[in-house]
Nanobody, 127 residues
């Protein structure tokens, strides 16, 4: 079983920055795909950023150039650096994980491909 705990959310004005963290436990971290998702009230959960099997990263078009996903395997921690925040970035942000079973497949930004989810951390951006 994988435990994921997010932190770093908060309230910020438009143009500001936040860094989210996600600590993964009870699993061999290197054996996980990791990604960030968000869900705003009344909207479906959407993929924000993910680390792929080859080490590359994927981003939603709406956050490209503003958000950066990174991970520290020694600390079992995933990060999401969010810059130039906009009111439309307001949402609950979730960390997600999927086990690696080998091969070249990556879960990418599709929520259904992830088996484990954190409780979420709220990000609110005011204009």
């Amino acid at each position: 079983q994988v435990q994921l705990v997010e932190s770093g959310g908060g309230s910020v004005q438009a143009g500001g920055s936040l860094r989210l963290s996600c600590l993964a436990s009870d699993y061999t971290y290197g054996g996980l795909f990791m990604g960030w998702f968000r869900q705003a009230p009344g909207k479906e959960r959407e993929g924000v950023a993910a680390v792929n099997n080859d080490g590359t990263t994927s981003y939603a078009d709406s956050v490209k150039g503003r958000f950066t996903i990174s991970q520290d395997n020694a600390k079992n921690t995933l990060y999401l650096q969010m810059n130039s925040l906009k009111p439309e970035d307001t949402a609950m942000y979730y960390c997600a994980a999927a086990p690696k079973y080998g091969g070249n497949w990556s879960p990418g930004l599709r929520a259904a491909n992830y088996a484990y989810w954190g409780q979420g951390t709220q990000v609110t951006v005011s204009s």
